[in-house]
């Protein structure tokens, strides 16, 4: 095998990953993935003007810029919480019985360790790095987000989500991870809301209502009225 100084950096990447990190890099591709496509196919379907489209994505992309901007400007408490439980994960450790600063479902505590495995391959940026990786995962949450309320609600409904100041806050500095348990809580919804819906929409509203409660709590009390 040629000695290759590119092929050297890219075996000493490979090698540095550890196979259940490596799991854990790809369920955070997974989601990305999943969020951005299901972004770009409401956009593309929608019947809006092109102007509008234009728009939308130009605000999208100024919206995670400030995000991932507030993140290189410090952390909170709760972004050292994140770091602990990626931590322990990464070691094989459980979050629950070796930290008291975790109260949620496992998949926040997989998606965070891949995300810490990620941002390993980033500069410093201030000791912020794991910091971006998780504001750039949730920062596209709510894009797609903000897709799904302007493309099945109101347009200016999804504008309003990635301008307002509070939200880019929340997302880009406090790295609050609502927005992906309500994500998977309003997709299932819609999926029955016609009043009428097939068993394969009932099943999965069901998984997505599960998906958004091991997510995070934040949909635990909704009743139908």
Do not use: M
């Amino acid at each position: 095998f040629p000695h290759h100084p590119d092929a050297n950096n890219l075996i000493h990447i490979l090698i540095s990953v550890h196979y259940n990190a490596g799991v854990f890099v790809a369920l955070v591709c997974f989601f990305l993935i999943l969020n951005f496509g299901g972004a770009v196919y409401l956009l593309a379907q929608a019947n809006f003007e092109r102007w509008k489209k234009t728009t939308f994505v130009l605000v999208g992309l100024a919206s995670l810029a400030l995000k991932l901007v507030l993140a290189t400007r410090g952390h909170n408490f709760d972004l050292d919480s994140y770091g602990i439980v990626a931590s322990l994960v990464l070691h094989g450790k459980s979050v629950y019985a070796n930290t008291e600063r975790f109260n949620y479902g496992p998949l926040w505590a997989f998606i965070l360790a891949g995300l810490k495995q990620i941002s390993t391959f980033l500069p410093p940026l201030r000791g912020e790095a794991f910091h971006v990786t998780v504001a750039a995962f949730l920062g596209i949450t709510d894009i797609t987000l903000a897709a799904v309320l302007s493309t099945k609600f109101r347009y200016g409904a999804g504008i309003f989500l990635l301008s307002c100041p509070a939200s880019i806050f929340l997302t880009g500095y406090h790295t609050q991870f609502e927005n992906f348990a309500l994500l998977a809580g309003l997709v299932s919804w819609l999926l029955i809301r016609d009043g009428s819906p097939t068993l394969r929409r009932i099943a999965g509203a069901a998984a997505l209502q599960g998906l958004s409660l091991v997510i995070k709590h934040v949909l635990f009390l909704l009743d139908r009225k």
